[in-house]
């Protein structure tokens, strides 16, 4: 079964500063996809970023990158000029097709002022 | 357009009593999924649907829940009888699948549940 796993449960980030997220998979697959969720304190899930494991570049998404490194299994978020609004939980999801996407456990990130 | 939609937002109730959490999906949408999240256990996969049909059920905890789609508009996620160790923050996700999609799921705001 794909596992998920954040080894970082809380990171601390000074804003205007850049924070990398960690998260790795276990899959055997070749085909998948990869997603970075945010999580406020409203609780609403939102999508930040999205990686297609056949695409060999690295998605950006405004002030949000990733570094995917398919050989290691690996896929990092990093946050540019950290704002005050990026504070809530950051979850890493895998996906396949559709039928069952897979979540870390998150990682709590503050921003200090 | 209108994201998912999940009512109430909030729901107390006591234990032994039936509770139905509803979901809106993004229309155009042929993929539905109800999740439950918590502290100990995260983020959950109850089961999904495509074009209003389930097709995995497997991670429903038990008899006492159940999921039904009537139309590609509306699902509901019934319990009963409610438990308090079925307090949790419940949430619907859509999406739609086509040629090139990568297959990401839109959440609703949640339904936080509290069973006393």
């Known amino acids: ?113 | 357009d209108a994201g998912v939609i999940q009512s109430p937002r909030h729901e107390v109730t006591e234990m032994g009593q039936e509770v139905t959490l509803r979901c809106k999906p993004i229309s155009g949408h042929d993929y539905l999924f109800w999740y439950r999240q918590t502290m100990m256990r995260g983020l959950e996969l109850l089961i999904y649907f495509n074009n209003n049909v389930p097709i995995d059920d497997s991670g429903m905890p038990e008899d006492r829940f159940s999921a039904k789609m009537p139309n590609a508009s509306f699902s509901t996620l019934k319990i009963q009888p409610s438990e308090p160790r079925d307090s949790a923050v419940y949430f619907c996700a859509s999406s739609r699948v086509w040629r090139g999609s990568s297959y990401e799921q839109y959440f609703g705001p949640g339904t936080r549940l509290t069973v006393t």
């Open chain 1, 1 to 113: 079964a794909q596992t998920v796993t954040q080894s970082q449960p809380e990171m601390s980030v000074q804003e205007a500063e850049t924070v990398t997220l960690s998260c790795t998979y276990d899959t055997s697959e070749s085909d998948y996809y990869l997603f970075w969720y945010k999580q406020p304190p409203s609780r609403q899930m939102i999508l930040v970023i999205r990686q297609e494991a056949y695409k060999q570049q690295n998605a950006t998404e405004n002030r949000f990158s990733v570094n995917f490194q398919k050989a290691a299994k690996s896929f990092s978020l990093k946050i540019s000029d950290s704002q005050l609004g990026d504070a809530a939980m950051y979850f890493c999801a895998y996906n396949r097709y559709n039928n069952d996407m897979r979540f870390g456990a998150g990682t709590r990130l503050t921003v200090k002022p």
